[in-house]
């Protein structure tokens, strides 16, 4: 498989991440500042936590340079890094969070690592389909 390959498809999967988990966090803080304006803030703010705690770049390094040839370890790998690294910035940030700020930090992660966890998966199965046929990705035959 070629790292040009593997390096598209990682950022179909963070671009995808980085959306479902705005969305995520977005609903989560819903009740306080409503839907829209949670969703789109969130969508905007979490990929720069993930960024500046270096998610993006421990990620690609395991996306891109080390892929198992077993389904589950990729995506298992992706999960566990994404619950390192947030759980690492909410103790960063633990002294100056809310209540409701704290209560919501468990369930961010469990969705979260469930999110990545399903993107990677969807990522894998694309990188197989792409090697599989050898030109473009068609996802129908």
């Not at 839907?35 to 993006?56: D, M, N, T």
């Amino acid at each position: 498989m070629s790292a040009i390959k593997r390096t598209m498809v990682l950022l179909v999967e963070l671009a995808a991440e980085a959306l479902l988990l705005g969305c995520l966090l977005g609903v989560l803080v819903s009740n306080k500042i409503g839907l829209r304006y949670g969703v789109v803030g969130s969508v905007l703010a979490v990929p720069v936590v993930l960024f500046l705690h270096g998610y993006y770049l421990t990620r690609s390094f395991f996306g891109v340079v080390w892929r198992s040839q077993t389904l589950w370890a990729y995506p298992a790998t992706a999960a566990a890094l994404f619950a390192a690294h947030m759980y690492f910035a909410f103790v960063r940030l633990k002294p100056d969070m809310s209540p409701f700020a704290r209560a919501i930090e468990l369930p961010f992660l469990a969705g979260g690592a469930g999110i990545v966890f399903a993107c990677a998966i969807a990522g894998n199965w694309l990188l197989r389909r792409w090697t599989q046929v050898g030109g473009s990705p068609r996802l129908s035959r």
